[in-house]
């Protein structure tokens, strides 16, 4: 069925480690993969996403990985810093019927960075 | 450029009461969404709009619905309001479809059934 499964559900670094949080789904027509960034009281917002057509995405201390065979990907922080403390969701789009997609969330991951 | 405008933010029902929730997109923006949010379930997709029509709707119950104006507004309604119903409620707006571009969400509507 729909389903997004991520991992860990909460996360604890120093700053300056890396982050990494991993995201499964269960649909081979899944195509589009974005990540989503919630900050306390705070809808959340996009920080990066990937469409199947490409394995690796960077956006300067963040990337996201695409594994389409294991239907995995993986959002990647690197030299953490504690504004990046917040709620990180994965999501992936799931065929709905005819041309159309719908978005499914993963149930979040709480990232603590540590000064 | 304003952002996403939900109303009420909070709000505090009793059990078998309805509630309507408003959602105002961003100008230009076709797409409303809505997402439940509740601590260990994360973002539950609720329904998708566009262009006043319902695209795509995830595994709720008849209880929830919504509707779409032709201004792109959109509201949500809960009718037979239960404990389990409390949560936030988030709406995001695109300009395209959803599942293909950017969402941009609102603070959200937070509804606590007693």
């Known amino acids: 069925g729909e389903n997004v499964e991520q991992h860990p559900s909460t996360l604890s670094v120093q700053e300056g480690d890396s982050a990494v949080i991993k995201c499964t789904y269960s649909d081979s027509a899944s195509n589009y993969f974005p990540w989503y960034k919630q900050e306390l009281g705070k809808g959340p917002q996009l920080i990066i996403d990937?469409?199947?057509?490409?394995g690796e995405k960077k956006d300067q201390r963040i990337a996201v990985t695409l594994n389409k065979t294991a239907k995995h990907f993986s959002l990647h922080i690197t030299e953490t810093q504690p504004e990046d403390s917040a709620v990180y969701f994965c999501a992936a789009s799931y065929p709905y019927g005819g041309a159309t997609n719908k978005l499914i969330f993963g149930t979040g991951t709480l990232l603590a960075v540590q000064p | 450029k304003a952002g996403v405008t939900q109303t009420p933010r909070y709000l505090i029902k009793t059990r078998g009461q309805q509630v309507t929730l408003s959602c105002s997109p961003i100008?230009?923006?076709?797409?409303v969404s809505w997402y439940q949010q509740t601590p260990g379930q994360g973002l539950q997709f609720l329904f998708e709009y566009f262009s006043e029509t319902q695209r795509n709707k995830g595994n709720f119950p008849g209880r929830f619905s919504g509707r779409q104006f032709s201004n792109s507004r959109s509201e949500m309604n809960v009718s037979t309001l239960e404990l389990g119903d409390s949560a936030l409620y988030l709406c995001?707006?695109?300009?395209?479809?959803?599942?293909?571009?950017?969402?941009?969400f609102g603070e959200g509507s937070r509804l606590t059934v007693l």
């Open positions: 995001a707006s695109s300009l395209t479809a959803t599942d293909t571009g950017e969402l941009f």
């Open positions: 100008s230009g923006h076709r797409s």
């Open positions: 990937i469409r199947s057509n490409v």
